[in-house]
């Protein structure tokens, strides 16, 4: 026979073998890739710099279209036929599942911007005639206020938000004529948490960070210029932050303990 020293690992090389072949095959339906095809707002979309022009890398300014948490369900901002009889078109939030091929026009966000997700994926925010303002993403006949919108701006007198973000702890932060803020996503006044120095255009694009401790957003230094923003990460409670990222914007954290975001297109 063989000696012991060699039929040890002779046994374990045997018992490592089968229970290879016998563990069962990965799954490869876990992470299904979704194609999506919709009408987004003209605004969303603008087109490049004409001949001639010299406009800096073109991108919207406001989120257009949002993923709930889970990953399952879509908002956009896209477009609805107006029910007057001049005809034209209104921007409308939209729902749409991944599992169908098929959106849902939301009745109450007619002229709707910047869609957000609550952390459950049970609500959407949005911005709305100068309003802050939430909806079930099943759909309600009414819309709640979250708050006003502080500032002026260039839409009937109405400031816009170019972006916002709904954290841990029914945190919401926005921003609003450059500057970011913070309201409680049950009401409230909102409350500013970093003004724009003199050097920047605009502060935008914030993005919550698990915890509701911190968030990261974009600072930008010229109207419609991407290429020379940076994403910064800012703490909500104390004037501490850095950039993180130079010629970047949009950042958002997943949950693989990544960052995601935009570099010249």
Do not use: C
Request: aromatic share 8%; hydrophobic share 40%; net charge neutral.
């Amino acid at each position: 026979g063989w000696p012991f020293w060699v039929l040890v690992p002779f046994a374990t090389l045997v018992a490592g073998i089968a229970g290879w072949m016998l563990k069962p095959a990965p799954s490869t339906g876990d992470t299904p890739v979704t194609r999506s095809f919709f009408e987004m707002n003209a605004f969303d979309h603008r087109p490049p710099a004409k001949a001639g022009e010299s406009r800096g890398i073109i991108r919207a300014d406001r989120t257009a279209v949002a993923l709930s948490p889970d990953g399952r369900t879509l908002v956009f901002r896209g477009v609805a036929v107006n029910d007057n009889p001049g005809g034209g078109t209104q921007s409308v939030l939209s729902v749409r599942s991944h599992d169908s091929l098929s959106a849902t026009p939301i009745a109450t966000t007619t002229g709707a911007e910047s869609p957000f997700f609550s952390p459950d994926g049970a609500w959407i925010g949005y911005w709305d005639a100068g309003e802050l303002r939430r909806v079930p993403v099943t759909g309600s006949t009414t819309a709640t206020t979250i708050t006003k919108v502080p500032g002026e701006g260039t839409r009937e007198g109405q400031a816009r938000v170019t972006g916002a973000s709904w954290g841990d702890g029914d945190v919401i932060v926005f921003s609003v004529a450059g500057d970011l803020w913070k309201v409680s996503a049950s009401g409230g006044s909102p409350e500013l948490i970093v003004k724009r120095r003199d050097e920047d255009f605009s502060l935008r694009l914030p993005h919550v960070l698990p915890g509701a401790q911190a968030m990261l957003f974009t600072r930008v230094s010229a109207a419609f210029r991407w290429d020379d923003a940076q994403v910064v990460v800012r703490s909500l409670d104390k004037d501490d932050q850095k950039v993180l990222i130079d010629d970047a914007a949009d950042a958002r954290y997943v949950s693989t303990g990544h960052i995601v975001f935009m570099r010249r297109g």
